[in-house]
């Protein structure tokens, strides 16, 4: 190993964290084209990219910095720029690191090997039970093999040389680990950025100029089709909150082995200060006792759960230009309560804005559907709410994770209603009673959710074959609920055929937001199709105006 690099300072992990950054965006249409349903709105890559350019920018300012200065300005720049659960996770990934990194200023191999670990550590608490065959797997299984590399060589780059090979060969693997990913050939997107992100750093600490290979296995580079996941909700109450820790270094090991006893779904994360657990379970009262032993109660909700069944299945796709616009240099004001309650609301169009606005939302943030805001976005609009809570609808489940990355962040209480679809979100905010409890405002406000069918027509972003369905470029793709219903080239023989399904389900109430890609005149001939098929419907009409979905129907 005689020449390697054995050892590397604050301004080489700039490098190659500023290098990884630039990587991720060059390549990042190629991840999100691993998403493996053929809907135009993949955006893993475009998720990895923003929280990186993220941390890119705010490491560019700086000049001789240690390798812990570095390492915490990344962290804590990526923790606010994170978007999508793709972007948390990394972000989760590289606080690991930063905090192994604390006080160093160099790092060899063995350090590497016990920083990789920390990124692994972190993550992995904050998602208990993940699936195999993920990005998780992809870090976890490199950094495994960079700790048994380190045992015979402590060199820094012989060290992280063995973990992109080891983490190459890893995202080989999860296309047999998940059936979803064998059945359409590809590799994990997140798994694929991660290599990325390791194939740069290596490139930087090699002095070699940065380029991304094209693969390491003969893989499709692009997915077929997918299946929808559908979570079995068995315990009954989502319950999160957040403590002040008794001390920095508390060990919250045990904490977690008792809430895996009475619940499922766990997610803690941590900072020096505090933690705050996820946990679905039956006795909430219980997993908040418990918790008392680490330190300081501050925070707590507690919600009452059905069946989740509107998943949205779709990924989404990067947009045309980078949306990032923030001023670290300005500080964030803190809007003053004027009110108990505020609601801050994620939605893409004009129009559905406007809805959001009269049922009373304070602040919108433009995102969802073609782009997940980040938590800086989202973080902004909440300090921005003159109330002492905010109720924040994600209305996409790839921006509830983003959203609840703002609760430790602010001196304000942040109530994340899960709301994954537009539709849920405007029915929970339909059922918002300003004078009602905390606790029965929340209930209210879920419970509403679960009641609301959505439907979505997109158009098909290339050929597929997914569950029978022969799919081909630019056909209509009917999405109802978490399921594909249907695709063709005539859209009104689905609109008729969606029609006909609401009408054996005794829809009551059913409303046509039309897209930005349709006229007037031919949401009022789809608003026909449903009215003269479900005829004790009461039917409505909204110009949503959002981009790529031609229309978003809900039902209840």
Known sequence: MTGLRTKIDGQTLQQMLIGAAAVVEKYKQQINELNVFPVPDGDTGTNMSMTLNTAAAELQKLNGATLTKVADTAASAMLRGARGNSGVILSLLLRGISK???????????????????GVDAAYKAVMKPTEGTILTVARVSAEDAAAAAENDSGFEAVLAAAYVSAADALAQTVHQNPVLEKAGVVDAGGKGWLYVLEAMLAVTRGEEIAASAGTAPIKEQADF???DTEDITFAYDTVFIVRKAYEDIDLSPLRRYLDTIGDSIVIGEDDESFKVHVHTNIPGSALTESQKYGTLELAKIENMQMQHDDLAAGKKARSTDDLEEDEEVPQSVAAPEKKYGMVAVCAGAGLADVFRELGADNIIEGGQTMNPSTQDILEKVNATPSETVFVFPNNKNIIMAAEQTIPLTEK???VIPSKTVPQGI?????FDPDASEDDAVAAMTDAMQNVTTIQITYAARDSDFDGHDIHAGEYLALYGSALFGNDADVDKLLSGLADRLKDEGSEFITVYYGADITEEQATAAAAIFSERCPN???????????????LISAE
């Open 537 to 551: 419907a009461e039917v409505s009409v909204i110009n949503g105006g959002q981009p790529v979905y031609y229309y």
């Open 413 to 415: 209480k942040v109530i």
């Open 427 to 431: 029915s929970a905010m339909l059922m």
């Open 226 to 228: 997918t299946d929808f």
């Open 100 to 118: 192994s990194l604390k006080g160093l200023e160099e790092c060899d191999g063995a350090q590497l090997a016990s920083a990789l670990q920390g």
